[in-house]
């Protein structure tokens, strides 16, 4: 067995403990959102987490915790000296692509190196050889599930990071922190998560978003993301008389999505700032059937080239298939960050002193997804993305090491502490 792996500074290592046992709570809520619901929040198990959490503020001392009307969770931490207000936001959902219900997370102490064989399901495997970013972590304590959910590490641990930091604060009178607004938003990931955040209500001039991944991280770019509905009807006809008559919707929904390039313009083949088409669900009969793809880029120009691109595609159909009737929906989710965060530097700077003062070396970094910030950032409260330590997101090999956990609440502790710095 490996030795345990050091703390990134011996507040990352006193915060341990907390977050940890709060993110091992956390993760057994079932709070998985549901893409394209008509209501909102999109699930209604997410809110079991929202309110949760609520009492676990006001047992901290946070006594005007509550549930809003947007369904976010707001709470504020006075601060001890008079310093800009501080927002904190994680989200409550899990992917809607992947089961979050009965979760069952396994801790691997100092973790030794080998690969780690989930228990649930053994084709589930863990293999530093494939990973470098666990290959890394020899040492670490990991949290894993058993394989057959995910674990929700996005964004339970945001979430577990944010309260071990408030609950450390709030008992820490001595310390000098900036002014404290926590929140805690639903359906972040059905692009949904700033939908009716009461920014005049949050309070906060800057913010930060907790739900990045590798340590150190700062993201301050995001894609911009559009989501495109293609509805295909045909026309239904018992097969044994369906000579001549018979649209079969399914089949040109196959056809729409082999269409799609393979060799460009697809997640399993572009990285870094490279867009991209994905089609990601299907669904229907040969009446009708739907195909739901999201287009990504962080140019909007060339995003609205993947667009144009997928319009182009589904009129093909209905050209080859007159008797078909295509319709195709856009919808546009969230905008690069980036341009709003540039014009806000000492956000980005204040940022990478915590994480250094934390015991951590920065990095800014990119995201190839989007995050509430994004939204927010539009909106005019500048809100980058910090690490929190979580791994192979949206799956069921989903992993963290409590020692990047313990990192990010060190991070967001020391955060409050140089923003305190800062007179308004």
Same mark, same amino acid.
């Given at each position: 067995?490996?030795a345990?792996?050091a703390?990134?500074s011996?507040?990352?290592?006193?915060?341990?403990g907390?977050v940890l046992?709060?993110?091992?709570r956390?993760?057994?809520?079932?709070?998985?959102?549901?893409?394209r619901a008509?209501t909102?929040?999109?699930s209604e198990?997410?809110?079991d987490?929202?309110?949760m959490? +609520?009492e676990e503020?006001r047992e901290? !001392?946070?006594?005007?915790a509550? $549930?809003n %009307?947007?369904?976010?969770?707001? /709470?504020?931490?006075?601060?001890?000296?008079?310093?800009?207000?501080?927002?904190?936001i994680?989200h409550?959902?899990?992917t809607?692509?992947v089961t979050?219900?009965g979760v069952?997370?396994?801790v691997?102490?100092?973790?030794g190196?080998e690969?780690?064989?989930l228990?649930?399901?053994?084709?589930?495997?863990?293999d530093p050889a494939?990973l470098?970013?666990l290959?890394?972590?020899?040492?670490?304590?990991?949290?894993t599930?058993?394989?057959?959910?995910?674990l929700?590490?996005?964004?339970?641990a945001?979430i577990?990071?944010?309260?071990?930091?408030?609950?450390y604060?709030?008992?820490?009178?001595?310390r000098p922190?900036?002014p404290i607004?926590?929140a805690f938003? +639903?359906?972040?990931?059905?692009?949904? !998560?700033?939908?009716d955040?009461? $920014?005049? %209500?949050?309070g906060?001039g800057? /913010?930060?978003t907790l739900?990045?991944?590798?340590l150190?991280?700062?993201?301050?770019?995001?894609?911009?993301?559009?989501?495109?509905?293609?509805?295909?009807?045909g026309?239904?006809v018992?097969?044994g008389?369906?000579?001549?008559?018979?649209?079969?919707a399914?089949?040109?929904?196959?056809?729409?999505?082999?269409s799609?390039?393979?060799d460009?313009l697809?997640p399993?083949t572009?990285?870094a700032?490279?867009?991209y088409v994905?089609?990601?669900?299907?669904?229907g009969?040969a009446e009708?059937?739907?195909?739901?793809f999201i287009?990504?880029d962080?140019?909007?120009?060339?995003l609205?080239?993947?667009?144009e691109l997928?319009?182009?595609?589904?009129?093909g159909?209905?050209?080859r298939?007159?008797?078909?009737?295509?319709?195709?929906?856009?919808?546009?989710s969230?905008?690069n960050m980036?341009?709003?965060?540039?014009?806000?530097?000492?956000v980005?700077?204040?940022?990478?002193e915590?994480?250094?003062r934390?015991?951590v070396?920065p990095?800014?970094?990119?995201?190839r997804g989007?995050t509430?910030?994004?939204?927010?950032?539009?909106?005019?409260?500048?809100?980058?993305?910090?690490?929190?330590g979580?791994q192979?997101?949206?799956?069921?090999?989903?992993?963290?090491s409590v020692?990047?956990m313990?990192a990010?609440?060190?991070?967001?502790?020391e955060?409050?502490g140089?923003?305190?710095?800062?007179p308004?």
């Open positions: 067995m490996a345990r792996a703390f990134s011996p507040l990352a290592e006193e915060l341990a907390d046992e709060r993110f091992l956390y993760v057994r809520v079932d709070t998985q959102a549901v893409h008509e909102r929040p999109s198990k997410q809110l987490l929202s309110r959490l +609520v503020l901290l !001392g946070l006594g005007d509550e $549930l %009307a947007g369904f976010s969770v707001f /709470a504020t931490l006075p601060g001890t000296v008079d310093a800009p207000v501080v927002g904190l994680a409550v959902d899990t809607p692509d979050g219900a069952s997370p396994v691997h102490e100092a973790w190196g690969a780690i064989t228990q649930g399901d053994a084709r589930q495997v863990l494939e470098p970013a290959a890394a972590r020899v040492g670490h304590d990991l949290v599930s058993d394989g057959t959910t995910l929700g590490a996005d964004d339970k945001g577990a990071e944010i309260m071990a930091a408030v609950a604060l709030a008992r820490s009178g001595d922190r900036a607004r926590v938003t +639903v359906d972040e990931e059905v692009g949904r !998560g700033a939908e955040f009461d $920014l005049d %209500a949050f906060a800057l /913010a930060y739900d990045g991944s590798g150190g991280e700062l993201e301050i770019e995001t894609f911009s993301a559009a989501s495109v509905r293609v509805t295909i009807r026309l239904s018992h097969p008389a369906a000579k001549g008559k018979l649209v079969n399914v089949k040109l929904a196959s056809e729409l999505v082999l799609v390039p393979r460009r697809s399993e572009t990285e700032r490279e867009g994905h089609p990601h669900r299907v669904s009969s009708e059937a739907i195909v739901d287009a990504r962080h140019d909007d120009d060339l609205a080239a993947h667009v997928l319009t182009t595609l589904a009129e159909i209905s050209a298939e007159p008797r078909a009737k295509v319709d195709v929906e856009v919808r546009h969230y905008r980036r341009p709003f965060i540039e014009q806000n530097p000492r980005v700077e204040a940022a990478l915590a994480i250094r934390a015991g070396e990095r800014l970094a990119i995201t989007g509430d910030g994004a939204v927010l950032s539009a909106q005019g409260l500048p809100t980058p993305n910090l690490f929190t979580g192979e997101y949206h799956s069921v090999r989903e992993w963290a020692q990047d313990a990010a609440a060190a991070t967001i502790v955060l409050a140089v923003w305190a710095e800062s308004r």
